[in-house]
């Protein structure tokens, strides 16, 4: 599990680095040794971190089979908590997996155009957010489509794509050379309506931040 999280990850950070370069028409950087070591330090802390929440689960599912146990006038069978722990199980292959593999991807690729956008920012007027309109698109995201923000404003913003579990948002760089580029818009003044992201702004505590909420 941990070799195909990280390969997942780096094939998924390969993506959006190669993919970042052609759009702004530069050789993809090589990869940095942080961005390297990232996915290989986060496959190990995510799985530990969620199979310990399994264990705990299977833990507490035995000893409340033992209580009930107790507490019957007739013997638990064996093949009930059998029953309950594969359940457990099911759930984590099913539920947890899958949806950690997408969230990573997406940090995945989003971390991969950062890392191009870092190496190149000399070259780079603005950032434009761009998200996927279509009937999955939450609120925020909607709202956020299209603003332009300037080097400083990009840097310091927490509205990093990924923001949240299902989230397909980028950012697209758009060149200091470009004959007629968009102006800066900034985000709207008015955040209230905006919400919060309900991913870590650190890309080192997001990934294990999805682990921990996979299994909740």
């Not at 195909?4 to 052609?22: H, I, P, Q, R, T």
């Not at 599912?61 to 069978?77: C, F, H, I, N, P």
């Not at 956020?144 to 948002?169: F, M, N, W």
Request: net charge negative; hydrophobic share 40%; with cysteine.
């Amino acid at each position: 599990y941990v070799k195909v999280l990280k390969e997942a990850g780096l094939e998924a950070y390969l993506y959006g680095k190669n993919g970042a370069s052609d759009e702004i028409g530069v050789k993809a950087p090589a990869t940095p040794k942080e961005s390297k070591d990232y996915f290989r330090d986060n496959a190990a802390a995510i799985v530990e971190k969620q199979l310990s929440d399994l264990i705990f689960k299977i833990q507490a599912e035995v000893g409340m089979a033992r209580r009930k146990d107790q507490l019957s006038t007739t013997r638990l069978a064996v093949g009930d908590v059998i029953a309950a722990i594969t359940a457990l199980f099911a759930g984590y292959y099913k539920d947890t997996i899958g949806v950690t593999a997408a969230a990573s991807a997406a940090i995945g690729v989003n971390r991969g155009r950062k890392d191009v956008f870092a190496e190149y920012s000399k070259d780079i007027y603005a950032y434009q957010y761009s998200a996927l309109l279509d009937s999955r698109t939450c609120p925020t995201c909607a709202e956020l489509d299209g603003k332009v923000l300037d080097e400083k404003a990009y840097q310091r913003t927490s509205y990093d794509p990924p923001i949240h579990h299902g989230c397909r948002c980028l950012w697209v760089a758009i060149l200091a050379d470009e004959l007629d580029p968009p102006p800066i818009t900034g985000f709207p003044d008015n955040t209230s309506k905006l919400l919060e992201p309900s991913l870590s702004a650190s890309q080192q505590e997001q990934i294990v931040e999805l682990g921990r909420r996979a299994v909740q």
